[in-house]
């Protein structure tokens, strides 16, 4: 028995003492706002106070306990009640999986130092990762000792309204429940044995008797997969194994799934189960899979190709060229680095199955597991838990599958939760692309011609390539008018991780290249990057490579236009500091970038319910997931607003696939604008039904008290009593943004509507040591309209963090990064200052002129980052990340 | 389930240590990124354990004769709280260095020695500060000095039998210290190269010169030759005497974090500006 103080009381727990004080604090003692990330001290989500300084307790035996004072989120104390509060009030919490680690790491500090420095905050938290937030509320939060909310809006004053995220309080206060936070009491667990090689067969042998010595309920392999042991997110493509059947493609992929108690299964060692390896030569990179004679990995895909992607507009080899620039460029596999690593639950039930697990697409989790289950959609439901971050890593199932058929042989519910190491080892990353590019311009600076072919190595299975290889040729030449493109992208399978859905599906990837480009051209005719920029921006009225016209909401010159300032400041500061400087040198750098919101071409519709219940409830039935960007919010405010009933009489019913309709899944930048749509239909719809039921018109007012409504026009008020109403008043709204196929030059309209952002950057180099520190960044954004600009605005943050890790530290590089503290990604100390100008230039299709925000946002960074570096130092880079020793050589090495 | 000894004697300690095989625990920062690095791959087995904290009197910072003994389970945190001379500003240096603020109030200073990564960054401070290992085994207690005591990549002297008990600090007149580190990131990094130095400085000379370089080989360096090259050099000249023959004996690595070529040149830079900054 092992007994400490928690939280002021004293506890006794009887807990194994070499148990991690994280796993006691969560399982032991159920206390589970104590969240684990990486179990290695690397991401800090577990920070606790031990006798008052913060400590990691998933480093800490709870032996160590003993004794000891401990405090963990779920503590109430003034300088925690604060924290909280400014959390909220200034979107300090996102998806909220850091949140409790980032609060008691804060609270370390203000315990000692009551009015700390910025620098001190940053040292204070600089032990805890956030991917969502970019850092800069974190700190805003921390050094806020007198926070303030803003109330909530009236009726009709919820859209623009920059109010607390409605889903923010479980975060700040540690009760949210994420995938790995709650089980039911009788689950057995589950730990899969995944292969530790890139390409072999493997046999394997007596698994009853394994079982059977082991103490297992359950051995599963393929054989135990009751339909289809095939998953993979396009309907004609579903290539990868739940359970590998004698033949694996890559590291890390599923061979057994082990059931039984949690101590049964977690003392199994792989190798005393009976599997036989023999491994082959795996193919590594897209150039060894292209290779003369490559062993094919799938039978449908000669050549390893899965899927090319073309557009062609004009005549790019007889386009008139002044000047051209050209360039080969290689980015690496970036992981999400979600802090909360996948995790769940199913549970068999009358009808089929139940998975609680976290999810960025509820729906499309349903229809894969009824396959591999052999069972009817309807069949299975899904039940989101909050997620811990997705960054479209989240869009692909992970344990729902396995979860499900291990249920489905135990006829028990069955949990597991994904190790750091299995999430980054199993579970998809941003594809690494083989890029050649090249560009041409007339004297006067306007882009004539674009070509590019890239190649995107989608790993051993197919997930997203194909819509990374389709999305890229539409936006490959950037946010610019030029008439002549040709463009054309393979996705090609090799025996790497899988690669899928990454925040911008390519476009990042091929922005490095174009914009690196456009610095080439500025600098042969002798321009300033930021004018020839602003000479070829796309606007109102311009034609797309793709034929589209773009008819509103298109306002990258405005984007430009706010950032001249700001550019010109840099530029000043750069060549002031520069004078005489050779080692320490700043640059500045400045990109753009656009981005289709919604699936390329595809249909792809989201549809609300809402319901005024004749008790007086009024709920919102959104399936839209929210991953932390904050759709509850915003599509609550786009409703509330549609409806005409003030944002604080909502209930909201989220993303359970037996209460909600298909809202698509969180992805494409699309819940803002299709889900939000769907929203305001659906509150217009109701809106409709109650004055109608009044025999007012649409200027009227509604309120609502208890189970009366009350509707003011100019001929007065009428009152309804809802509970004499025979049924409930829904409203009901539908939205599938309009596009057209694209034919077989890429030509139509993919999108309904674009994105638009330019950033600059200014960096200071130490070209001794090839380091590289972002002091500022400056972003410009069309957003149509920003429907809560503290969300907003946050996205942007999030996405320009992500940006600078792309540029300048983030390289996954399979069975040697599989973890955080090899895997790098931006802590508190790496972001810059970073300020915002939100451009509102109306989208019609959009819910009240609004449009997708999360993956423009970091499109641009990386781009901007590699324009600063080479102002800098006159080296063009053309690989990411920049590591230090990468820029060492490019400055120094002949 | 992985037995556990919590003893309150060191006697206890060195008991169990010498009826088996058992890894040693104090601030478990090593040991638990270890160990999930197995279970990762389905090895979840453990040696028995054995958390020497209950130990009392091993958390102390006590000055002797000759210098200071730091206990094995002094905290990166409790040594930058410490009163200490400029002597240790590049240890103080180092212990905002380590992980974040959790592992510095967990993580010891003896820990990180025993750990004995090539990139484990008390290990340059120490070798400058000439530290010895105090080492209480069946016998009795012996002092090892500290480049004697890591014996290679991850290896120490440090029987199966002996417990470290602390870090002896020799006094040095006139003694400044820092340390640079190089890395990635801002915070939680594991460093590509890093240089530490102790100087005794006389009437605006150096006297005494100790400089070595981590993450550059097996095991952490001093650099003798760089060494006799300062003696006798204007501290405001130092950062001038460095030059690449003096890092010969170095033999960095290529790894995911860096080129071997790269570590070498960057060790000669922060080697630079390490003397740069203890003459400001």
């Known amino acids: 028995m092992i007994a400490f103080t928690l939280n002021g009381k004293p506890v006794e727990v009887e807990a194994p003492p070499f148990a991690p004080l994280s796993d006691t604090l969560r399982e032991g003692l159920g206390l589970t706002g104590t969240k684990v990330g990486c179990e290695a001290g690397d991401c800090g989500a577990c920070t606790v106070l031990m006798d008052g300084a913060q400590a990691c307790a998933c480093l800490v035996p709870t032996a160590q306990a003993q004794g000891a004072q401990v405090t963990t989120i779920e503590a109430e104390h003034p300088v925690l009640a604060r924290l909280r509060a400014a959390f909220l009030a200034h979107g300090a919490a996102q998806c909220g999986i850091c949140t409790p680690g980032m609060i008691m790491a804060a609270a370390d500090l203000l315990l000692r130092v009551e009015m700390p420095t910025r620098d001190q905050v940053a040292d204070a938290i600089g032990g805890v990762l956030c991917r969502c937030t970019g850092y800069t509320k974190i700190l805003d939060a921390v050094l806020d000792a007198a926070p303030a909310a803003t109330p909530m809006p009236e009726a009709g004053a919820a859209v623009g309204a920059a109010i607390a995220r409605l889903d923010g309080a479980p975060k700040v206060l540690g009760t949210d429940r994420f995938g790995a936070d709650a089980a039911p009491a009788e689950a057995l667990w589950l730990r899969v044995v995944r292969s530790p090689h890139a390409a072999a067969r493997f046999t394997l042998g007596d698994l009853e008797a394994t079982r059977v010595k082991l103490g297992l309920a359950a051995i599963l392999t393929h054989a135990d997969v009751p339909g289809p042991n095939a998953f993979g997110i396009m309907p004609n493509l579903k290539d990868q194994p739940v359970l590998a059947e004698g033949f694996v493609r890559f590291r890390g992929e599923a061979v057994l799934a082990l059931v039984g108690e949690r101590a049964a299964v977690e003392a199994v060692r792989d190798a005393e189960l009976p599997i036989t390896w023999h491994p082959l030569p795996g193919l590594h990179g897209v150039e060894a899979a292209t290779a003369e004679g490559a062993p094919q990995l799938h039978a449908h895909a000669p050549g390893n190709i899965l899927v090319r992607g073309r557009l062609t507009c004009g005549d790019v080899d007889s386009a008139p060229a002044a000047v051209s620039a050209e360039g080969t460029f290689r980015t690496a596999f970036v992981e999400h680095a979600y802090i909360e690593p996948e995790a769940g639950y199913a549970v068999p039930t009358d009808t089929g199955m139940e998975v609680v697990a976290c999810t960025q697409a509820p729906y499309m989790d349903r229809e894969e597991t009824a396959r591999v289950l052999g069972l009817p959609e309807e069949a299975v439901r899904i039940r989101p838990t909050a997620c811990g971050g997705g960054f479209g890593g989240k869009l692909d199932v992970s344990v729902q599958p396995l979860l499900a058929i291990a249920a489905r042989k135990a006829n028990r519910p069955v949990r597991m939760i994904y190790s750091r190491t299995e999430s980054m080892a199993s579970t998809t990353k941003r594809h690494p692309a083989l890029i050649r590019a090249r560009m041409s311009a007339d004297t006067e600076g306007r882009f004539t011609a674009y070509a590019l072919e890239a190649d995107f190595n989608t790993g051993a299975y197919a997930s997203w390539g194909p819509t990374v290889a389709n999305r890229v040729p539409v936006h490959a030449s950037g946010p610019y008018r030029v008439p002549h493109v040709r463009n054309r992208t393979r996705a090609v399978y090799t025996n790497d991780t899988p690669a899928g859905a990454f925040r911008g599906f390519g476009v990042p990837q091929a922005a490095i290249a174009t914009e690196t480009l456009v610095d080439d051209l500025a600098e042969k005719l002798g321009l300033d990057r930021w004018e020839i920029r602003r000479r070829n921006a796309i606007g109102h009225g311009d034609v797309t490579p793709s034929g589209q016209v773009l008819h509103a909401s298109a306002g990258l010159p405005e984007c430009l236009d706010a950032l001249k300032p700001d550019w010109d400041a840099m530029l000043a500061e750069v060549a002031a500091q520069n004078r005489g400087a050779s080692r320490h040198r700043l640059g500045a750098g400045i990109a753009c970038m656009w981005y289709g919101c919604g699936n390329t071409s595809l249909s792809n519709p989201s549809r609300m319910r809402v319901v005024l219940s004749r008790d007086g409830t009024l709920t919102l039935f959104n399936g839209a997931v929210d991953i932390g960007q904050g759709s509850t919010t915003v599509i609550g405010q786009i409703c509330a607003d549609a409806l005409g009933l003030p944002l604080d009489r909502f209930r909201f019913v989220i993303g359970d696939t037996a209460l909600t309709h298909d809202a698509g899944k969180t992805s494409a930048s699309r819940q803002t604008f299709v889900s939000g749509r769907a929203a305001y239909e659906a509150g217009r719809d109701l809106r409709r039904r109650i004055l109608a039921l009044a025999n007012a018109g649409d200027d009227a007012r509604l309120s609502l008290e208890g189970t009366t409504l009350t509707v003011t026009d100019a001929h007065g008020g009428r009152r309804i009593a809802l509970e004499a109403l025979p049924e409930d008043l829904e409203g009901d709204g539908h939205y599938d943004p309009p596009t057209t196929m694209l034919d077989a030059e890429g030509q139509g309209i993919p999108y309904a509507t674009y994105g638009f952002a330019a950033q600059c950057a200014l960096v200071a180099v130490d070209t001794a040591l090839g380091t590289v520190k972002v002091r500022r960044i400056v972003a410009a954004q069309d957003v149509g309209r920003a429907i809560n600009p503290t969300l907003t605005i946050g996205q942007i943050h999030g996405g320009i963090a992500q940006g600078l890790g792309l540029a300048l530290m983030e390289e996954f590089i399979p069975g040697r990064t599989e973890n955080l503290h090899d895997y790098l990604i931006p802590t508190a100390g790496d972001v810059p200052e970073i300020k915002v100008h939100l451009i509102e230039d109306p989208e019609p299709e959009g819910p009240f002129g609004a449009k997708g925000v999360g993956e423009p946002a970091l499109v641009p960074t990386a781009p901007a980052i590699l324009s600063a570096i080479r102002h800098a130092t006159g080296v063009t880079l053309r690989q990411v990340p920049v590591l230090p020793h990468r820029l060492w050589e490019a400055l120094h090495v002949r | ?280």
């Open chain 2, 1 to 280: 389930m992985i037995a556990y000894h919590r003893p309150a004697s060191l006697a206890e300690a060195l008991a169990i240590r010498a009826a088996g095989d058992v890894a040693v625990i104090a601030g478990g920062t090593d040991i638990y990124p270890a160990h999930t690095a197995r279970r990762a791959w389905g090895e979840p087995t453990h040696k028995p354990v054995l958390d020497i904290t209950a130990i009392p009197g091993l958390n102390r910072i006590e000055k002797t004769e000759a210098g200071w003994r730091i206990g094995c389970l002094v905290t990166w945190a409790a040594l930058r709280c410490a009163a200490l001379p400029p002597l240790f500003d590049g240890l103080k240096a180092a212990s905002r260095e380590v992980g974040g603020a959790q592992v510095q109030n967990r993580g010891t200073i003896l820990g990180n020695v025993i750990t004995a990564s090539p990139a484990g960054d008390g290990i340059p401070n120490l070798l400058a500060l000439e530290a010895r290992v105090e080492i209480a085994g069946p016998g009795g207690t012996r002092l090892l000095p500290l480049a004697e005591f890591l014996t290679g990549y991850r290896a120490t002297a440090l029987r199966a039998d002996e417990i470290a008990t602390a870090l002896h600090i020799p006094r040095l007149a006139e003694a400044r210290s820092g340390f640079v580190k190089l890395g990635a990131r801002r915070h939680l990094v594991i460093s590509i190269a890093m240089a530490a130095g102790v100087l005794a400085v006389q009437r605006g000379r150096i006297a005494e010169a100790r400089i070595a370089i981590g993450a550059c080989s097996a095991v952490a360096q001093r650099l003798p030759a760089l060494e006799a090259a300062l003696t006798g050099v204007a501290l405001t000249q130092a950062a001038e005497v460095p030059q690449a023959a003096h890092l010969a004996a170095l033999s960095p690595i290529n790894d995911v974090r860096a080129s071997a070529a790269y570590r070498r040149e960057a060790a000669l830079v922060l080697v630079r500006d390490l003397l740069r900054g203890l003459a400001a």
